[in-house]
Structures are given as C-alpha cells and as structure tokens.
C-alpha cells in the first residue's frame, strides 16, 4: 500500500522480534534496509531471508564512538539513510531504591543517548535532500511508567520528548520525527512468560491479546512513506487499548 | 573581490533567496539577511562542502556575518 521504492532505511534492533519485522515490513514495501544489531548472526540470517537490498551494519549502541560511525556505514552501504528507526533497546530492570547508576546509565544511553547520536549523524543528509524520516520506538511504560522500569520508562519517555524538540527544528525541511509506542508484543522476551502471568497481562489489555510485531511494523511503514509527511512530533500508541492516550 | 569571497557569496544568496548587494561585509545572516537558526546551520554545511573545510560547531557559532564567514574560510582553506 504505502511505497518507499528507492528509499534506504537504518532499522537498530534489527536482530530482536520487533527490529526484524520492521525491517521486513520496510523491505517489502521497497526499501533498501540497513540491519543494525550487536549479534551479527541473526543480522546475517535476516538478510540472507530479503534476498538484496539488505546490508548487515553491526553495532555495539552500548559505545558512543562507534553509534556515531553507523550513518557513515549506511550511507556507503545504502547511498543515504532516508529513513532512520530507533528500535534498539535494552532494560535492566530493578526497584527505584536498589537501581544503581550503572543500570540507570546502560538503559539511558542504549534505548536514548544512541538515538540522538544517530539522528544528529543521519541529519545532514536529510536536510540537503528536504526529506526524511526518523520513526523513535518509545513504549507504553514511558506514558504510564511501570514498576521497576524507572530507567527504561525515563529513557522512553525521552524518545518523546526528543523527538517532539527535532520534529520542530526540522519540520521546514521536510523532514519528520515520530514515535511508535507498543504495549505488550508478542516476542520471544513475552513468549518466556509463564500462562498466569500471560492471563494477568491479557486481563489489561481491552483486545484480550497480545500485539503482533508485525503491527508494530506496519505503523512505521506509514510513518515512514511519503503519506504522512504531514505527520510530526506525534506518538502512536499500539497497546490494543490498554492505554488510550 | 576574491575567488572566497564571490563562492561564498554565490551560496549565500543561493540559500537564503536575497539580491546579491545586501550580502555586504559586515551583513549579519540572522539579523540582516533573514536567516533563521537552522538556516545557518545548513549555511556552514554548505561552506564545508564548496571549500572542502572542516567548521567545528565552536567556530561555527562565531560566523555571524557574511564577513565573518569569508575571513573563516580563507584562514582554513
């Protein structure tokens, strides 16, 4: 339905359940995708399955130097990154009173810090050319928090907050900054879960279901095509009604 | 006029659509010539490309006006 033939996207996180579909669902729609993660054989695997117009880009977000290395990379593996998603993220999860400042620092610099270097690095590029768009995957738990995420709730939250400030920079330019939040989506983090557990989740969510990466992926496709090009500064929620925001 | 001086120029009237004449020395891209703030950051990326010149954002911040620019380029250049 939405075509970005002839676009070059850099998807993070490609290696997990959500990053994967993303990038399917962007090379479906005829993008050339650059697959970042820091496990190189799922990245591998990824792009063995599309076949061209995939290019395995490995990258530790947890290393400043190295994220700020990972548009240069795309741009001579791609030509451009037209496209950016961040969707790397990590939790480390722990009671506000036991959270240490290294689990505070870890989730804030691989789900929030990687995708300002990232977006800063990408940015040139998208203002020479009067377009371009950079989807943040944020989280439900960033509108709601969520004990035991103070730091990944804070971190998600920020996506927000960072993209709403760029996407008013940037806007003149043709170029725009959204978020996409999930709730539960069903991966192999959620599949480890035990059937009460399952049940206690399902009993919050209005949809009596889990979301499917693959819808995730297809709100990034939107937000990504030239459709919505009217579309700046906002948050998607797709939590199947568990927080209608 | 240099070379510098007239590429410079070229870019700027380029970028921010003004006649050639109000790019005068001492014309400041903000107050004078209409620029807003992302405008000059776009104005250094586009020197840095013509001059084949490294602007660091410090030294960037120091290019208010069309003087400025061309006394920066020519010392890196």
């Known amino acids: 339905m939405f075509d970005l033939s002839g676009k070059s996207v850099l998807v993070t996180g490609a290696s997990g359940g959500i990053g994967a579909a993303i990038a399917r669902g962007l090379h479906g729609a005829g993008a050339s995708v650059g697959l970042s993660g820091t496990r190189v054989e799922p990245l591998e695997a990824l792009a063995a399955e599309l076949g061209g117009r995939a290019h395995v880009l490995p990258c530790n977000l947890s290393d400043s130097a190295a994220v700020a290395e990972l548009p240069k990379q795309a741009v001579e593996a791609m030509g451009a990154v037209d496209v950016l998603v961040n969707n790397a993220g990590i939790t480390r999860?722990?009671?506000?009173?036991?959270?240490?400042?290294?689990?505070?620092?870890?989730?804030?610099?691989?789900?929030?810090?990687?995708?300002?270097?990232?977006?800063?690095?990408?940015?040139?590029?998208?203002m020479k050319a009067r377009w371009g768009r950079i989807v943040n995957i944020s989280s439900i738990v960033g509108a709601t928090g969520n004990p035991g995420q103070a730091n990944y709730a804070a971190s998600k939250a920020g996506l927000v907050g960072m993209s709403k400030s760029l996407a008013y920079e940037v806007a003149s330019r043709g170029i725009t900054v959204n978020c996409v939040a999930p709730g539960f989506i069903t991966t192999a983090m959620t599949e480890k879960l035990n059937e009460d557990q399952k049940t206690a989740i399902l009993g919050q969510v209005p949809a009596g279901r889990m979301g499917e990466a693959d819808e995730i992926a297809a709100s990034v496709i939107f937000l990504a095509s030239p459709e919505a090009g009217y579309i700046t500064g906002t948050t998607l929620h797709i939590n199947g009604g568990m927080a209608m925001l | 006029?240099?070379?510098?001086?007239?590429?410079?120029?070229?870019?700027?009237?380029?970028?921010?659509?003004?006649?050639?004449?109000?790019?005068?020395e001492n014309a400041s891209f903000i107050d004078d010539l209409g620029a807003d703030s992302l405008d000059t950051v776009?104005?250094?990326?586009?020197?840095?490309?013509?001059?084949?010149?490294?602007?660091?954002?410090?030294?960037?911040?120091?290019?208010?006006?069309?003087?400025?620019?061309?006394?920066?380029?020519?010392?890196?250049?």
């Open chain 1, 93 to 126: 999860d722990n009671l506000f009173m036991r959270m240490s400042e290294d689990e505070w620092d870890s989730v804030m610099q691989v789900n929030l810090k990687s995708a300002m270097i990232l977006s800063k690095g990408v940015m040139r590029g998208m």
């Open chain 2, 42 to 77: 776009e104005l250094v990326m586009a020197f840095e490309e013509e001059f084949g010149i490294e602007i660091p954002d410090d030294a960037a911040e120091t290019i208010q006006t069309f003087g400025d620019a061309v006394k920066f380029i020519k010392d890196a250049a």
């Open chain 2, 1 to 24: 006029m240099s070379d510098i001086a007239e590429r410079t120029r070229k870019i700027v009237v380029e970028h921010l659509g003004v006649e050639e004449d109000k790019v005068a």
